[in-house]
């Protein structure tokens, strides 16, 4: 079966601008995490969905957003973008958000 | 914090020697733990799992040992191959396992 699929694969932005990356989960899974990775702080979790709720948030600003649809894909928001906030965002699915998590491809966004 | 990709710790092997990966998580509430490879330009990658109830797990060429008095995960490569090359990252999670956190991760090196 398809795996977790991330759009875009690539973002270059402005600072100031907002971004809007999306998440396609495993079929049938109704858990989405996001996660940002940089070289300074690692894998650090964002937020958790589930059946279109937010469950769990991670230490960052109000810039950054998420949502859940009812067929479980996830989007997430960054407004007002920092050259900070570069990074590689991954998005990761499961059944239920008790395990088994498999991980997308992630977005690469450069903020400039 | 430590950097991802640049300054993370490396452990050079040759192939088919075995590797040992280590790995001290934080928090003693954490009851499941997870093992990732991330190759370049990938997102991470599910390697074995294990909950707090169990001591060992093995999968195939891998074995997971976790040691709750100490607080420390290991991660076990059988015959490693050059294809094992990546970065690995433990994490742990807890109950409800909805958010994980991530170690820094170790480079693994194979030479031919």
């Known amino acids: 079966k398809a795996g977790v699929t991330q759009t875009p694969r690539y973002l270059i932005k402005t600072r100031g601008q907002q971004v809007t990356l999306s998440c396609s989960p495993i079929?049938?899974?109704?858990?989405v995490s996001w996660y940002q990775q940089t070289p300074g702080q690692g894998l650090q979790f964002l937020f958790e969905?589930?059946?279109?709720?937010?469950?769990n948030k991670g230490n960052f600003p109000g810039r950054f957003s998420g949502r859940q649809f009812s067929n479980s894909r996830s989007e997430m928001n960054v407004s007002t973008l920092e050259l900070g906030d570069s990074a590689l965002y991954l998005c990761?699915?499961?059944?239920?958000?008790?395990?088994?998590?498999?991980f997308g491809s992630g977005t690469r966004l450069t903020v400039v | 914090g430590e950097s991802v990709g640049l300054h993370l710790p490396t452990l050079s092997v040759q192939e088919g020697d075995n590797s040992i990966i280590n790995c001290a998580y934080s928090?003693?509430?954490?009851?499941?733990f997870i093992w990732y490879k991330q190759e370049s330009g990938k997102g991470p990658q599910f390697i074995i799992d294990?909950?707090?109830?169990?001591d060992k797990r093995q999968g195939q060429r891998v074995t997971v040992l976790l040691n709750k008095t100490v607080k420390h995960l290991s991660l076990q490569i059988a015959a490693t191959q050059p294809g094992d090359s990546a970065v690995y990252f433990c994490?742990?999670?807890?109950?409800?396992?909805?958010?994980?956190?991530f170690g820094k991760g170790t480079m693994l090196l194979v030479s031919p």
């Open positions: 990761a699915s499961s059944l239920a958000g008790s395990g088994g998590y498999t």
């Open positions: 079929s049938g899974h109704r858990s």
């Open positions: 969905y589930f059946s279109e709720t937010q469950r």
């Open positions: 928090n003693s509430a954490s009851d499941y």
């Open positions: 294990i909950r707090s109830n169990m």
């Open positions: 994490a742990e999670g807890g109950p409800g396992y909805s958010t994980l956190t």
